[in-house]
């Protein structure tokens, strides 16, 4: 995605990361998300919350293998 101007997103098998170290907190992939799923991490849904840990496991893996 690049939205991004810290290039702190990666794109997985199934979805796209966001490395929450990298991150800036702009908010500008907000708008930009086909699917609506990128929040602050305090206004992620209850139903979503899962995606939080899978979220920083899988950015960090990609991170680091790239």
């Known amino acids: 995605m690049t939205v991004c101007p810290v290039d ?3 794109e997985g098998e199934d979805m ?6 990298e991150c800036i907190d702009c908010g ?9 799923a990128i929040f602050v991490d305090t206004d992620v849904p209850p139903n979503w919350k899962d995606f939080i840990q899978r979220n920083a496991i899988e950015a960090k ?3 680091d293998n790239k």
Do not use: G
């Not at 796209?16 to 170290?21: A, W």
């Open 8 to 10: 702190c997103i990666y």
């Open 16 to 21: 796209v990361y966001i490395h929450p170290d």
């Open 28 to 36: 500008l992939c907000e708008p930009e998300c086909p699917v609506n």
């Open 61 to 63: 893996r990609l991170s």
